[in-house]
């Protein structure tokens, strides 16, 4: 167990902070061995009290500590593994540190560390104190003034936030160069990079005409990657400034691509740090999903520049202000580059695969956490997408204008501010003023809402009742919950699949199209008039709001709606219901020899309908993943879905195999490869066509996936083939996969993906497949993408397999997670999670697993991050 129980954090606690920091001057002696920082605080007390002076410190080695000039002795601070204490300082006053750290030792990527030869950092969320002594919280904002001075040979590239002010050079081969930053920041915004740097540059004009110089940092061996990423970014300027107004204020707009990475990127004010999986690109070594990636991160940590840097955050439990509706503008972002229905879907499948688990788990939190024990822990698909979805939902309510409106007056009253969730509302609000205090319920309840609709049609009176109750389940710590304001779209369509016109009672002209319906009671009911006929409802379109759909559709209505809705998502979702409901079925009794006719008419009916682009198809004829699939499945049985689902794939895979044949043939493309939404959407059908046909392999189909291996010329055509050769045992798919690791072992993200496909296989040998490259060369346990690629991809993309009834994956997982528990405790607690939905399964599964989360809980020196995450598995 841990030596010391960690205490928790309350949000309820919160008090603003005793002092400020006006000023922050910082000078880094900068060597992956040994880094000296010297920093000088300008700081006020902040109101009338004599409380000390506290700041946060971690790692750290003190050399120096000066008050006003004064060095101060021993007797007059004290110091711990996490702070320094002074408790007498006066109302304004200067403090100067100097301290050591050690970079080329960090290996938890916090703080200042070194990747490859590379010093960058990473400070969110509290990094910063891994530097220097500060009072590392949000709500302290400051102007920073930072020197960087290294080597020239090692470091000819020193970067840091803001605009370069002077350079120098110095003996012994030394340069220095100083950067300022106009704008008060706090300390989790910091960023450093130091390292031998290639630059692609490039200009912005701004709308008001200020030029705007764009450098994306790399390392030499991935030169030819970074274009993609830097038109991204023009792009993201331009959309940024036409739908919400904002302007990049700084001379100067830097990236650094860094390998070793926690996170996907990092907004830091000036000068974001990113993974380079999330900003490299070529065609050769990056799939459509890689290139459609940097194009929305590179988005959402530009967008950060007025939605978390410029108005930040007052505390941590309000991290949603910034990630969820950063989040929502790199979502509108995306959907104006691409097609805006496979982006909706995209998102939504996301959300019900990570985030509705996340709320029906153990470690269900609302939107604005109530308290935590480790901040790195709440970086989740709740705070992120979830946010996102309640940012939605403002513009759902308020209209497109209205949602503008909001977001002016938001930034126009806290510009330069660390402000709250609730102020955010206040400016919704108030910009169209509108009551949204029941829409607060969204940030401090959790758990996913459960709308249960009934309807009833009187035909002699033409009147359609709809009747909505809604409920949510209980949460940890949250037994009742008060109802929500949700916002439920709908149509309803005639039986030639004609939008009906909606007027509902009391209203004197019907609308065409949609209807937003307000609901925020238990239960309302709507009555339509004037509908000559019983229609099809289409609930919940464009997916309004984050809630668990219940209506009894009938397999005609949903074949009807797979084949008629206007509105795309939901013609999806109805495909997607189809599905379910024979996967659960199959799942539950054992596959049927034959196919729904609903189904197969309905797959037959969208590949034929030429009015629907590529990429819109090829998510209708997907599939449900079986991670989704065993969420409506209670217990779940992992082996029993995954037999059915692939019991499905080979029957629609037969059944349409002159389609699928005639489709991978014609989609063939000879020319060039670019990154184009209409030409990723051909390369997705195509490649789904290939998947069915290799649902049930003989030599024709075979070859034809190593036919398109070998000539594809760009990474998604290769990888797709490589990732169905990866399922089979015979000596050529092993030679292709051989082939594949020799030709790019030196390229790193590539080399993710050849883990990635092996880890995700169909294989039944998987599980010891995956022990081996856990042992592999190139396998490497510091660097988070590898772990994501090979560990994450097996326990989170393979179910079947990491649920195999023996317990082995359960192990396997276990034991890394105790490695990577002392080198990089962020990933290890990342990696526990699909440990802590025991109880989803059946008594033998929840016996194994619960025995290794109780083996991990007995490591005698847990870290917090893992700690915080076991313990409310064990005890939900």
Known sequence: MNPHTPQPILLSDYTPPAYTVEQAELRFELAGELTTVDSRLSMRRLGEHSQPLCLDGQELELLELRLDGRPLSADEYRLDENSLT????????????????????????EGLYQSGEMLCSQCEAQGFRRITWYPDRPDVMARFRVTLVGERERYPVLLCNGNPVERGELEGGRHWVTWEDPYPKPSYLFALVAGDLQCHRDRYRTGSGREVALELYYEAENAGKTAHALESLKKAMAWDEETYGLEYDLDIYMIVAVGDFNMGAMENKGLNIFNTACVLASAQTATDGDFETVEAVIGHEYFHNWTGNRVTCRDWFQLSLKEGLTVFREQQFSEAMGSPAVQRINQVRLLRAVQFPEDAGPTAHPVRPESYLEINNFYTSTIYNKGGEVIRMYHTLLGAEGFRRGMDLYVQRHDGQAVTCDDFRAAMADANDRDLAQFGRWYS???????????????????????????????????????????????????????????????????????????REREETFVFEDLPERPVPSLLRGFSAPVQLDYPYSLEQLAFLFARD??????????????????????????????????????????????????????????????????????????????AREALRRQLGRALRPEWLRLHAALADDTPYRYRAEDAGRRRLRNLALDYLLSEPDADTLALAHRQLEQADNMTAGIAALSLLADQRDEASEQALERFHKRWRHDALVLDKWFRVQATSRREDILKRVAGLARHADFHITNPNRVRALLGAFAQGNPSAFHHPSGGGYRFLADHVLKLNDINPQIAARLVTPLSRWQRFDETRQGLMRAELERIMSHPTLSNDVYELVSKSLNP
């Open 86 to 109: 002074i408790p007498e300082v006066p109302a304004q006053f200067v403090l100067e540190v100097r301290n050591r750290i050690r970079p080329d030792r960090n290996t938890a990527l």
């Open 445 to 519: 309840q959790a758990g996913t809402p459960r709308l249960r609709v009934s309807d009833h049609y009187d035909p002699d009176k033409q009147r359609y009742t709809l009747k909505v109750m809604q409920s949510c389940p209980a949460t940890p710590g949250q037994t009742e919950k008060q109802p929500f304001h949700i916002p439920l779209k709908l149509g309803l369509l005639a039986a030639d699949g004609r939008d009906l016109p909606l007027r509902l009672a009391g209203e004197s002209e019907a609308r065409a199209g949609s209807r937003v319906l307000e609901l």
């Open 566 to 643: 206007s509105d795309p998502f939901n013609r999806w979702e109805a495909g997607q219901r189809l599905a379910c409901r024979v996967l659960l079925e199959w799942a539950r009794r054992g596959p049927a020899s034959q196919l729904p006719e609903e189904l197969l008419e309905g797959f037959r009916r969208t590949l034929a309908d030429t009015r629907l682009d590529r990429a819109l198809i090829a998510e209708a004829l997907s599939l449900p993943g079986e991670a989704y699939l065993a969420e409506q499945m209670q217990p779940a049985d992992p082996g029993a879905i995954h037999d």
